[in-house]
Each structure stands twice: as C-alpha cells, then as structure tokens.
C-alpha cells in the first residue's frame, strides 16, 4: 500500500472510531473528527492539540483563528502549507475546547504514531504542551522534558522506525491570540523550521 492509501486507511479508522466519548459529538452537534493534510512526503509534520470548532465544521486542521496565526508564521519562515503535514494528537473536538484528557490521547495516539511512520518527516513540531509532552515521551526525550517556556525552538534529536529525526516544540499558535496578536517570539522560533524544508 502507498502512503496515500495507508493514509486513507487511517481516516476510515478514526471515523469508523466508537471507543471515544469525543466521538458521540460528531452526530449530536454534527461535527466531523479531524485527521490530517498536507503533503504526503512532507520533511516536516506540525502536530496541534484537537481540533477547535472551526476545525470540527470543516473537518481541516487549524483553519480557525489558530489557524490563521499558523499561516502567518508559516509565511514569516517561508513555508508553504502544502509542502508540511499538519495533524493533531486528538481528532475529535474536546468540548468546550478543554484540554484533553490522558484517556484521550492513549485512544488517538497511536493513530499519530502511524501517521509519523506513514509520512516519515524528517522533523515533527509539536504545537503546544500535549503534543511536546507526547511525542517527547514517545521517542525517548523523557529525561529533557521540562515546562514549553523552556523547550519551545530547542531541537532534539530522536530516532524514528524509518531514521533519525529532529524535535522541535513551538509554543501553540493560540497563544499569540491570547496575546493581542502579538507573534514576533513564534516567528523566531519558526526560523528553527527552515532548516528542514
Ligand atoms: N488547535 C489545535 O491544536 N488544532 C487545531 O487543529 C486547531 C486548533
């Protein structure tokens, strides 16, 4: 199977999920869950949280207000979106946008682990505490895991099934929205990005 059906295999899986409470939303409120775009060959996976409630409507990663910030910084560090893989730890929206719950992320985890080894990006950024924490852990970095004021543009190297790979935690877009807009520290940290491209 190619990357492209494998990827579609995964998408079946998460809709045809029924272990999560999350996904008792989707009929409800007639939200769908949200599994990934982007290039499959891409040399860097940006991974977020869940998905907001833009997110939720449209069923696309970070098209939302978070979303306009990723593409601002995106732009600053000559980026193009198509060129990344963009997915996020949990698929389907939280309520209320409430943090994740660790039951969450052991049901949808796994889901990530086999997008990474699909993709085989030669970096993933982690977008936010929950996906640095997992994905840190999940690649051995344990040991350096320390609050995101102190980690966010670090790059750490790990090894994947398929070779070595770099880390690199950036502080979630969401922030500079909870900050005026103000994104100068985010787009340092981007620059960290261009390296991979
Ligand atoms: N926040 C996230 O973490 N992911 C999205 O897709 C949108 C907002």
């Known amino acids: 199977m190619d990357r492209t059906e494998l990827l579609r295999k995964i998408k079946e899986e998460v809709v045809g999920l029924k272990e999560s409470p999350l996904c ?3 009929v409800k409120n007639k939200v769908f869950p949200v599994v990934g775009e982007g290039s499959h060959t891409a040399k860097i996976m940006f991974i977020g949280e869940a998905p907001g409630k833009n997110e939720a409507e449209t069923g696309r990663p970070f098209c939302g207000a978070s979303g306009r910030i990723l593409d601002e910084l995106l732009a600053s560090a000559e980026i ?21 719950l ?11 682990d086999r997008q990474i080894d699909i993709v085989q990006p030669k970096a993933l950024a982690t977008l936010g505490r929950f996906s640095m924490a997992y ?3 999940n690649f051995g970095l ?36 909870y900050h005026g807009g103000n994104t100068e520290n985010l787009k340092k ?3 960290v990005l261009q390296q991979f491209i």
């Not at 660790?102 to 990530?112: K, N, Q, S, T, V």
């Not at 609050?147 to 502080?171: M, N």
Request: no cysteine; glycine share 4%; charged share 30%.
């Open 24 to 26: 008792q939303e989707r």
């Open 80 to 100: 193009k979106r198509e060129d990344v893989y963009i997915t996020n730890i949990v698929k389907d929206r939280p309520p209320f946008n409430r943090d994740p």
């Open 102 to 112: 660790p039951e969450e992320i052991r049901i949808y985890g796994p889901f990530l």
């Open 135 to 137: 994905i840190m852990q």
């Open 142 to 177: 344990d040991k350096q895991l320390a609050p995101i004021s102190k980690l966010h543009g670090k790059v750490f190297e790990a090894q994947a099934s398929y070779g070595p790979i770099k880390i690199i935690p950036l502080y979630h877009p969401a922030v500079a929205v």
């Open 189 to 191: 940290d981007f620059r």
